[in-house]
Structures are given as structure tokens and as C-alpha cells.
């Protein structure tokens, strides 16, 4: 009867104990998608504050397009223009 009892008693504990570990991921994964969130944000008004970066290729090809067209030669020029872009 004692055991009964016991056994009673305890699978009511880890039903209790069961509930509130769910209740505490449940918690944490929320405030972990919260806190993603938050951070994403913040690094795209990071990024759209910041004028990009251009690789040196593509302004290579800008400067050799531009001199292209200081020396009145379009066809080549476009030419470059549509490499660059």
C-alpha cells in the first residue's frame, strides 16, 4: 500500500516536473526566436545605412568604360557597360 502510494505520489511529481521543463523550452524558445529576430532587424538597418562596396573588378571595368568615353568610343563602351552591368 506504502508502494502504491509512493508510486502514485512520484509519477505525479515528474508530471508536474514534465510540464514545467516543456513550459521553460517553450519560454526560451521564444525569447530565442525574439532575440533572431531583434538581431536580424538590426543588421538590416545596419545595412541599408552603409553605401556598398563595390569590388575592385567591377570598378575597373566602370573606369575603363568611362575612358572609353572620354575618348569617343561608344561602341566599346557599351560594350564594357554591359560587362559591368
Do not use: C, V
Amino acid at each position: 500500500m506504502q508502494f502504491a502510494e509512493f508510486n502514485a505520489k512520484w509519477d505525479e511529481y515528474l508530471g508536474g516536473y514534465d510540464k514545467m521543463a516543456r513550459s521553460y523550452i517553450q519560454k526560451m524558445t521564444e525569447k530565442h526566436e525574439q532575440a533572431l529576430r531583434d538581431y536580424q532587424q538590426e543588421l538590416n538597418e545596419e545595412l541599408k545605412n552603409k553605401p556598398p562596396k563595390f569590388s575592385r573588378e567591377l570598378l575597373e571595368w566602370r573606369k575603363r568604360e568611362h575612358m572609353l568615353a572620354k575618348q569617343k568610343k561608344y561602341g566599346e563602351a557599351m560594350k564594357i557597360k554591359k560587362i559591368a552591368d
